[in-house]
Structure formats: C-alpha cells, structure tokens
C-alpha cells in the first residue's frame, strides 16, 4: 500500500488497517485514535485512500456501513463474523460488541 504523503491521511490508514477482523471503527473513533476530532476529514481520507485498507471496518457513529457500499461490506462482515443488529431488512454493525479500541 502507498501511503499518501499526507501526516494525518498517513496516521488515519495505519489505524483503519491494525483494525481486527470482526471488529470496526467509527470514523470519531479513528480521529480520537490519532489525537484529533476531525471525523470528517477522517471521512475524506477514506474516500480518497481507503480502498487499500479494510474500508468497511469504518463506520459511522450509527454502526451502518458507508453509504452506497452497504452490499460490499454486508458480505465482509459476514465473512468476518462481525456482530450485525437486523431491522427489517436493513442492518448496522452491533457497536456494543464490535467496537474496536486501540
């Protein structure tokens, strides 16, 4: 993986890629990880660089997966194991379980 030269883009993959299997990250979660309270620039990094790491172990605060990828991650996280919560037919990761902590 190429890391942008970026410092904060740098420290946001290396978080997002020590993320175990089975477990996720908010995107507050991986900013707080590095000091910082910039979720959304967290969200950029991801969108920009992410598909080099684990992308659907990042969430957001709600535990649903990112936007318009929801199918892609379903079959992550099943393949992992990660700990779903099922409304309907509409899921988000169980944060109570699955929350990752660095």
Do not use: K
């Not at 910082?36 to 684990?54: E, I, L, Q």
């Amino acid at each position: 993986m190429t890391l942008p030269s970026d410092d904060f883009a740098s420290r946001v993959l290396e978080v997002v890629a020590a993320i175990p299997e089975g477990m996720v990250m908010s995107y507050g979660d991986v900013a707080a990880a590095i000091g910082s309270r910039a979720a959304r620039g967290v969200g950029r990094v991801m969108a920009y660089y992410g598909s080099d790491v684990p992308w659907w172990r990042v969430v957001r605060a709600s535990g649903h997966a990112v936007a318009d990828h929801e199918a892609r991650a379903l079959e992550h996280y099943r393949a992992e194991g990660t700990p779903l919560m099922w409304n309907g037919e509409s899921f988000r990761v169980d944060l109570a379980q699955a929350r990752h902590v660095p």
